[in-house]
């Protein structure tokens, strides 16, 4: 604790091993079944990593929303594994408690995204997508559609699409999630 607030009164560079730490935690988002303390982690842990590039980069992430023509792999897959998430929570009951595949598929995700993301989809077309309505059907293709337009315009696409992902994946899951969660309750509300 004291040296966070060293480096917040003296305004001195924000070491990585706290970043290391709280990526860590939201590396294993299965292990979390409060929702609370989910949100929580994801929060705190976006806002060390963009205090993190601020310090050491000179960049400052944009957290209010989604940017598609972002140039980072990482970050679009990271919102990529939001969507997959969404829609297999789409298929649950209020009662159901179930950790996503998505979610518990997580660590491989990070280490091998490409042919994560074909095992994923595989299971979600078989058990989950069939029990949406077909307007969320066509919703949800046409989202990850963009995502992987988004990513293949990403420079060095073909060479990084299955290389361990960098820690702004956590930002791009973070706010497609804050996205697909806004609209969801927005839509509650205008009916």
Same mark, same amino acid.
């Given at each position: 604790?004291?040296?966070?607030?060293?480096?917040?009164?003296?305004?001195?560079?924000?070491?990585?091993?706290?970043?290391?730490?709280?990526?860590?935690?939201?590396?294993?988002?299965? #292990? @979390?079944? $409060?929702?609370?303390?989910?949100?929580?982690? +994801?929060?705190? %842990?976006?806002?060390?990593?963009?205090?993190?590039? @601020? $310090?050491?980069?000179?960049?400052?992430?944009?957290?209010?929303?989604?940017?598609?023509?972002?140039?980072?792999?990482?970050?679009?897959?990271?919102? #990529? +594994?939001?969507?997959?998430?969404?829609?297999?929570?789409?298929?649950? $009951?209020?009662?159901? #408690?179930? %950790?996503?595949?998505?979610?518990?598929?997580?660590?491989?995700? +990070?280490?091998?995204?490409?042919?994560? @993301?074909?095992?994923?989809?595989?299971?979600?077309?078989?058990?989950?997508?069939?029990?949406?309505?077909?307007?969320?059907?066509?919703?949800?293709?046409? +989202?990850?559609?963009?995502?992987?337009?988004?990513?293949?315009?990403?420079?060095?696409?073909?060479?990084?699409? $299955?290389?361990? #992902?960098?820690?702004?994946?956590?930002?791009?899951?973070?706010?497609?999630?804050?996205?697909?969660?806004?609209?969801?309750? %927005?839509?509650?509300?205008?009916?």
């Amino acid at each position: 604790m004291q040296e966070l607030i060293h480096c917040r009164v003296d305004k001195v560079k924000l070491p990585y091993n706290y970043v290391k730490l709280l990526l860590q935690k939201a590396n294993n988002l299965s #292990l @979390f079944q $409060d929702t609370i303390v989910k949100e929580q982690l +994801l929060s705190i %842990t976006c806002a060390m990593i963009n205090k993190y590039y @601020f $310090d050491i980069k000179g960049v400052k992430i944009e957290m209010n929303e989604i940017d598609q023509s972002k140039n980072d792999i990482s970050y679009h897959y990271g919102r #990529l +594994l939001a969507v997959v998430e969404k829609i297999e929570r789409d298929t649950y $009951d209020s009662t159901n #408690l179930r %950790t996503p595949y998505a979610i518990r598929m997580q660590a491989n995700y +990070l280490q091998h995204p490409l042919k994560t @993301f074909a095992k994923i989809s595989e299971q979600l077309n078989r058990a989950y997508i069939p029990r949406l309505s077909k307007g969320s059907q066509i919703y949800y293709q046409n +989202l990850i559609a963009e995502i992987m337009k988004s990513l293949s315009l990403c420079d060095n696409y073909s060479e990084c699409a $299955d290389k361990p #992902l960098k820690e702004t994946y956590i930002i791009g899951y973070y706010l497609q999630r804050k996205d697909l969660y806004n609209k969801k309750n %927005t839509e509650e509300i205008n009916k």
